[in-house]
């Protein structure tokens, strides 16, 4: 089982980086911002049904609008952007600024050589599969994520990897 099927090298840069962890927080992030401003909603939808079922004045009700759309602003771009940079900051002071990864697919695992480490995933391990315009995400059930750029397949290619990961052996 050492075959290597395909082979993956790149340097991870900042803006890589990014379009990865920004695609990771709206995949599972997104979905508790979104629960979160439902409630928030709901709860002035209430409010504005109270203050109008009383006759009073609105006033007070589009203060709060402006302060319930700035705090969505806020859970929505503010707040996953600086934990992505945030996020970017930790990795960088490890790795550096730009860091080559080596990422070999065998034929029941794939291993991510980050430069500091290595990364042993079993393809069993995969929860999930994300793409951006230039990645292919593989998060696994410990939440370890690996980051698979599109156009550097040095062995292979993409179809190679989504087949490894459903179990599907290419032809020898």
């Given at each position: 089982?050492?075959?290597?099927?395909?082979e993956n090298e790149?340097?991870?840069?900042?803006?890589?980086?990014?379009?990865?962890?920004?695609?990771?927080?709206?995949?599972?992030?997104?979905?508790?911002?979104?629960?979160?401003?439902?409630?928030?909603?709901?709860?002035?939808?209430?409010?504005?049904?109270?203050?109008?079922?009383?006759?009073?004045?609105?006033?007070?009700?589009?203060?709060?609008?402006?302060?319930?759309?700035?705090?969505?602003?806020?859970?929505?771009?503010?707040?996953?952007?600086?934990?992505?940079?945030?996020?970017?900051?930790?990795?960088?002071?490890?790795?550096?600024?730009?860091?080559?990864?080596?990422?070999?697919?065998?034929?029941?695992?794939?291993?991510?050589?980050?430069g500091e480490r290595?990364?042993?995933?079993?393809?069993?391990?995969?929860?999930?599969?994300?793409?951006?315009?230039?990645?292919?995400?593989?998060?696994?059930?410990?939440?370890?994520?690996?980051l698979i750029k599109?156009?550097?397949?040095?062995?292979?290619?993409?179809?190679?990897?989504?087949?490894?990961?459903?179990?599907?052996?290419?032809?020898?």
């Amino acid at each position: 089982m050492n075959k290597i099927y395909a082979e993956n090298e790149f340097t991870m840069t900042k803006a890589l980086f990014l379009e990865g962890s920004d695609r990771v927080n709206r995949a599972h992030y997104g979905k508790t911002a979104s629960r979160v401003l439902l409630v928030l909603a709901l709860a002035w939808l209430a409010l504005a049904a109270f203050t109008f079922s009383r006759r009073s004045d609105p006033t007070m009700l589009i203060l709060e609008l402006v302060v319930l759309l700035a705090v969505a602003w806020w859970l929505v771009f503010s707040l996953p952007r600086s934990r992505s940079k945030a996020a970017w900051r930790k990795v960088s002071e490890i790795t550096g600024e730009e860091s080559p990864r080596a990422i070999r697919f065998y034929g029941d695992r794939l291993e991510a050589d980050t430069g500091e480490r290595t990364i042993t995933l079993p393809y069993e391990e995969i929860e999930e599969t994300l793409h951006t315009r230039r990645l292919l995400i593989l998060i696994s059930r410990e939440k370890t994520g690996v980051l698979i750029k599109k156009d550097a397949y040095t062995k292979e290619s993409e179809e190679i990897v989504l087949g490894l990961l459903k179990n599907e052996r290419p032809k020898e």
